[in-house]
């Protein structure tokens, strides 16, 4: 494949790279949140709402930017992981991720929650009644029945995630290589001139990445859901 | 085995406060719709926490507000079988059984799972997905379900109301199995007085929250007080049955004990026990013994004691051998024959008035 160059390769494996860890770094804390968000009566319920759907209503630069103000080398939460673990998350994929899976997260929850909402608590009630403890009614009843949710929401999240473009390269810049994800490489391939071939083979992989994720969530949806109907 | 209940609970229109002890056998709790009677049986299951109270199951205290006792549904061991079925969807029907079977204690005796498919007959539906199955089919399935939870006690709420009179008459004889063969004590919602009469050993019956009456199956349906309740209609006795004689013109013959009954022919064992419901408004009083006249049971009995209705009609308990009829006749009759508690009478049952449904099946 010496017609596709390898900063162009280089960003396509990294966006895939970020966007998988992404969606399933944050889909334990997304199933929890869409639960607690449908099933839960707490104080700060509005709050929590409100938080996790921040990032689709804020300009996507303003998301980055409290990112490094939040998570960069001198930021709060940025050098206690520094400190703690090591881990630095601004200009390095590690941070591409952190922001692909915050601006995808309220896409993931909304998916989930009215997955949850639409069980029948009825059925957890006849499940807990036959012996299972709350957490055993979970993992055999709630999470089999809302399981197209799930899909629906990791393929809404990883979409998102692979088309993230301002909060990233606000938080994580540029750098060809570490933190140059397929949208910040079509954009940089659009600002040299003689960049619009590259450019042009990026939106064509992102169309069939896209496009091969959609197909294969609605196949898995679909057996999910015929599964789940009972018939 | 047995359940004791004393609960208050404030719900949206009435407040529940009752208490009523559940020996073995099948309690029945009867009730008009909104009496409560699910209430009791939700906060029994742990589904509902009653505002104050105390619910002892076999000695041990399941919820007590004083001693502030509350054990959590999953591990009160009770097997609910709902109205509406409940089964898993996302299972099919070996693995709905399956889900019952593991949770279930391991030290605890019961039905095995062969057991329990032969009793309810559901071994050609094992493969089947739950969302395909008749009504009567997922209740079978459900009943298996809750019994392969191995519990102490099973609670049924109105299993058969959401089912044709044909698929009930499908359930009621491996509900009437499963109380002769299991030693499992069960609470039966219903508000159905022929359900009742053939499944039940004891009625708690409620009226807005209340327990009105209770006590053993045979004294309180054939209390001339509680008739109002279950209706006019409804009222009736029920009359503990051996089966006697097929004889080759269609009729069986069974004794109780005041007496022998010839009814249209009743598929049972010779020998077999049996109960048999009798309306009040089947029964005819004779003062003498009627001669030349078509009927062909008829029971020597005694008055004893006499119930008048606000209209036209009265009911009579008449006790003949160790059992007591309910029959309803106007009051002119009763002046007429100058019917008085004390009085021997002849009580008259046309043998097709008994229906198909009254007789149990074992």
Not at chain 1, 202 to 213: K, P
Not at chain 2, 133 to 148: F, M, N, W, Y
Request: with cysteine.
């Amino acid at each position: 494949m010496d017609w596709f160059g390898q900063e162009e390769w280089q960003a396509v494996i990294l966006s895939l790279k970020v966007s998988v860890w992404a969606v399933l770094l944050s889909l334990p804390l997304g199933i929890l949140t869409a639960y607690a968000l449908a099933r839960w009566q707490f104080r700060g319920h509005q709050l929590l709402n409100g938080l996790v759907h921040l990032p689709l209503i804020l300009p996507p630069v303003v998301t980055g930017y409290l990112l490094l103000l939040t998570f960069g080398r001198r930021g709060l939460a940025g050098a206690w992981l520094e400190e703690t673990f090591g881990l630095v998350l601004a200009f390095r994929w590690t941070g591409a991720v952190l922001a692909a899976a915050i601006m995808a997260f309220p896409l993931m929850v909304r998916a989930i929650r009215l997955a949850i909402e639409a069980v029948d608590p009825k059925l957890e009630q006849a499940a807990s009644t036959l012996g299972a403890s709350r957490f055993a009614v979970f993992t055999t009843v709630t999470l089999p029945l809302i399981l197209p949710g799930v899909i629906t929401g990791v393929v809404l999240a990883f979409a998102k995630a692979m088309g993230e473009f301002g909060a990233t390269i606000t938080f994580v810049s540029n750098i060809p290589g570490q933190t140059q994800t397929l949208p910040s490489a079509i954009y940089t391939f659009l600002q040299v001139p003689g960049g619009e071939g590259p450019a042009l083979r990026l939106v064509i992989v992102s169309i069939i990445v896209a496009m091969g994720a959609l197909v294969a969530s609605e196949l898995l949806a679909r057996r999910a859901r015929k599964r789940v109907s009972g018939v | 085995m047995s359940l004791c209940v004393a609960i208050q609970h404030q719900l949206a229109d009435f407040t529940l406060d009752v208490s009523f002890e559940a020996p073995r056998g099948i309690t029945a709790l009867f009730g008009a719709s909104g009496t409560g009677k699910t209430s009791i049986i939700n906060a029994v299951s742990g589904l509902l926490r009653p505002d104050q109270g105390r619910i002892i199951l076999d000695g041990e205290p399941i919820f007590d507000t004083a001693m502030k006792i509350d054990i959590p549904p999953h591990k009160r061991r009770l097997g609910y079988v709902f109205q509406d079925g409940r089964l898993f969807p996302h299972l099919s029907v070996r693995r709905n059984l399956l889900y019952g079977a593991r949770y279930a204690h391991p030290e605890a005796q019961g039905p095995g799972f062969d057991e329990v498919v032969a009793l309810l007959g559901i071994a050609p539906l094992l493969d089947r997905n739950p969302g395909l199955l008749s009504g009567g089919e997922k209740q079978r399935v459900a009943i298996g379900r809750a019994l392969l939870s191995r519990p102490r006690m099973l609670l049924m709420d109105e299993p058969l109301a959401a089912l044709d009179s044909a698929r009930k008459e499908e359930i009621l004889p491996f509900l009437e199995q499963l109380r002769e063969h299991t030693d499992i004590p069960t609470l039966y919602v219903s508000h159905s007085v022929a359900e009742v009469a053939r499944l039940a050993t004891s009625v708690v019956m409620l009226d807005n929250g209340k327990v009105t009456r209770a006590g053993p199956a045979e004294q309180v349906l054939s209390d001339p007080a509680t008739a109002r309740q279950f209706g006019l209609r409804e009222a009736g006795s029920i009359l503990p049955a051996t089966v006697q004689t097929h004889h080759p013109d269609g009729l069986t013959e069974l004794s109780v004990s005041g007496g022998r009954l010839f009814l249209p022919k009743i598929d049972q064992p010779k020998g077999s026990s049996t109960r048999v419901r009798i309306l009040a408004h089947d029964i005819m009083i004779s003062r003498n013994y009627p001669k030349d006249i078509s009927a062909l049971n008829i029971l020597p009995g005694e008055i004893t004691s006499i119930r008048q209705g606000t209209g036209p009609g009265m009911i009579l308990q008449i006790k003949s051998g160790d059992d007591f009829l309910l029959a309803r006749i106007t009051r002119r009759s009763a002046e007429a024959m100058s019917l008085k508690p004390g009085a021997h009478v002849h009580a008259v049952i046309k043998a097709v008035a008994v229906a198909r449904v009254d007789v149990a099946t074992r």
